[in-house]
T-cell receptor
């Protein structure tokens, strides 16, 4: 079965640079979520999209933005990168509603140097 | 928003021993989900509990939702090395928000 696809798997950027992470959700899933996970930490919710519209917002810094496109893929744009942005970034998708679990992608490991 | 306290943070067991992790909330939860994350992997959805007092089983895993819907537990019987990982509970923040809030997780370490 198709899973959530994230790219790239690894990304190394310098401070103050910009990064773009991509996510391709499971077909027919109508909601996409972005999470940030630091080493040994729990995933922190950043932002979600339902049917290509921003649905919910968590602890996403103002330097970050995201959008979902007409083909349902989503991109997380991160500007003015800081060392503290180094983390695993997960995308997840699901059907909307509290009865459904999330399917996570394999994540993008971002290292800011 | 909703928050859950998950304990213990770490659990070392000998292979074959049982393991339990607990999630507690100060407020009534609409539902609770459980995820497993293997070292270096991504969270994988295990189960969702919705009803008061609900008990669900998946092979050696037993999930419970408290009668007051304020606590939940995951119990693994006779742990195996494949059970290694971090187990997270997750809840919705409430107010129509659809982003799950994760507990801090319990890291299960198994000694052969």
């Amino acid at each position: 079965a198709a899973g959530v696809i994230q790219s790239p798997r690894h990304l190394i950027k310098e401070k103050r640079e910009t990064a773009t992470l991509k996510c391709y959700p499971i077909p027919r899933h109508d909601t996409v979520y972005w999470y940030q996970q630091g080493p040994g930490q729990d995933p922190q919710f950043l932002i979600s999209f339902y049917e290509k519209m921003q649905s919910d917002k968590g602890s996403i810094p103002d330097r970050f933005s995201a959008q979902q496109f007409s083909d349902y893929h989503s991109e997380l744009n991160m500007s003015s990168l800081e060392l503290g942005d180094s983390a695993l970034y997960f995308c997840a998708s699901s059907l909307r509603g509290i009865l459904y679990g999330y399917t996570f992608g394999s994540g993008t490991r971002l290292t800011v140097v | 928003g909703q928050q859950v306290m998950q304990i213990p943070q770490y659990q070392h067991v000998q292979e074959g021993e049982d393991f339990t992790t607990y999630c507690n909330s100060s407020t009534t939860l609409s539902n609770i989900q459980w995820y497993k994350q293997r070292p270096g992997g991504h969270p994988v959805f295990l189960i969702q509990l919705v009803k008061s007092g609900e008990v669900k089983k998946q092979k050696r895993l037993t999930f419970q939702f408290g009668e007051a819907k304020k606590n939940s537990s995951l119990h693994i019987t006779a742990t195996q090395t494949t059970d290694v990982g971090t187990y997270f509970c997750a809840v919705y923040s409430g107010g129509g928000a659809d982003g799950l809030t994760f507990g801090k997780g319990t890291h299960l370490i198994i000694q052969p």
